[in-house]
């Protein structure tokens, strides 16, 4: 007896679980028609049956909302290193101002051409030095951002999520952006009217 009870409770479960894949597949057929057509076309009809059987438990919108968080800190800390920077840059150029015109107010008329040229080398050398440091941060920021892409890219892959994989490709990255917008449409909605009811 308890293994036939054992056995439609299975049975249950597993058309709970279906009639959960034909509702988030049927939203997700529905938020792909917002997407660009280009997007559209690409997305098909298996790859959204993948992407909703990945979303079945929950588990990759949690997922999500993690990597999103840790994308939000990560960008946070990259703003504040460029800031400190600019700052650090903006102190320099003002002290480097100040000595400038207390060395022209102490130095005699006849010295003042002379003391003027050696300053203007002096800048120049510091707004070169100071431009190759934003560059050099620049690229540091760009790289650390391609990195935080690539982790997400494969720890979705990793959770089994359709269309996930660790690729550069201009047209992947947007077709995964679309894909990610999807989710998180799904997950908003999912907020709103509680996760059963989607």
Excluded: W
Aim: with cysteine; proline share 2%.
């Amino acid at each position: 007896m308890e293994r036939y009870a054992g056995a439609l409770e299975e049975a249950a479960d597993g058309a709970r679980q279906q009639e959960r894949h034909y509702q988030l597949l049927s939203a997700l057929q529905s938020l792909v028609k917002e997407l660009p057509s280009s997007f559209q076309q690409r997305l098909s009809y298996t790859t959204l049956s993948d992407l909703a059987l990945a979303l079945l438990d929950g588990t990759v919108f949690e997922i999500v909302q993690g990597l999103l968080e840790i994308q939000h800190l990560t960008e946070k800390s990259l703003y504040n290193q460029r800031l400190r920077l600019q700052n650090e840059h903006r102190v320099l150029r003002q002290a480097l101002r100040q000595s400038h015109q207390d060395a022209q107010q102490a130095c005699r008329p006849h010295n003042l051409p002379v003391l003027q040229a050696a300053q203007q080398r002096e800048l120049e050398a510091v707004e070169h030095r100071i431009r190759e440091e934003q560059r050099a941060m620049d690229r540091k920021i760009v790289l650390e951002l391609d990195r935080k892409v690539a982790d997400q890219q494969s720890t979705l892959e990793k959770a089994g999520v359709a269309g996930f994989y660790v690729t550069t490709n201009p047209q992947e990255l947007m077709l995964q952006m679309n894909l990610l917008e999807l989710i998180r449409k799904l997950q908003q909605r999912g907020c709103q009217a509680g996760r059963a009811a989607l």
